[in-house]
Nanobody, 128 residues
Framework: QVQLVESGGGLVQAGGSLRLSCAAS????????MTWFRQAPGKEREFVAA????????YYADSVKGRFTISRDNAKNTVYLQMNNLKPEDTAVYSC?????????????????????WGQGSQVTVSS
């Protein structure tokens, strides 16, 4: 079993930055594809970013491309989401998910519940 715990969220002014962390425990995720999702109030959860097990390949939603960067440190069993130039529309609960399936493009449409593991999320609020 793998447990994922997100941290680093908070309240930030538009244009500011935050870095989210997702720490895994119970088992290393060296060979896991890692993905970030977000869910805004009253809206469906959406894909944000994904990274392959080696960290050499990444995917981003168009809405965050150029502003967010996903990275991972397998030695620390941790994946990160650096969020720059935050906008009010980025306000959401951000969750990470892990899956043993190698990264492929269609994973951007995959539901978080279809992943092997996911966390409870960290709130990010961006004020105007």
């Amino acid at each position: 079993q793998v447990q994922l715990v997100e941290s680093g969220g908070g309240l930030v002014q538009a244009g500011g930055s935050l870095r989210l962390s997702c720490a895994a425990s119970g088992r290393t995720f060296r060979s896991y594809t890692m993905t970030w999702f977000r869910q805004a109030p009253g809206k469906e959860r959406e894909f944000v970013a994904a990274i392959s097990w080696s960290g050499s390949n990444t995917y981003y939603a168009d809405s965050v491309k150029g502003r967010f960067t996903i990275s991972r440190d397998n030695a620390k069993n941790t994946v990160y989401l650096q969020m720059n130039n935050l906008k009010p529309e980025d306000t959401a609960v951000y969750s990470c998910a892990a899956d043993s399936t190698p990264l492929y493009p269609a994973m951007m449409t995959r539901r978080m519940e279809e992943y092997d593991y996911w966390g409870q999320g960290s709130q990010v609020t961006v004020s105007s």
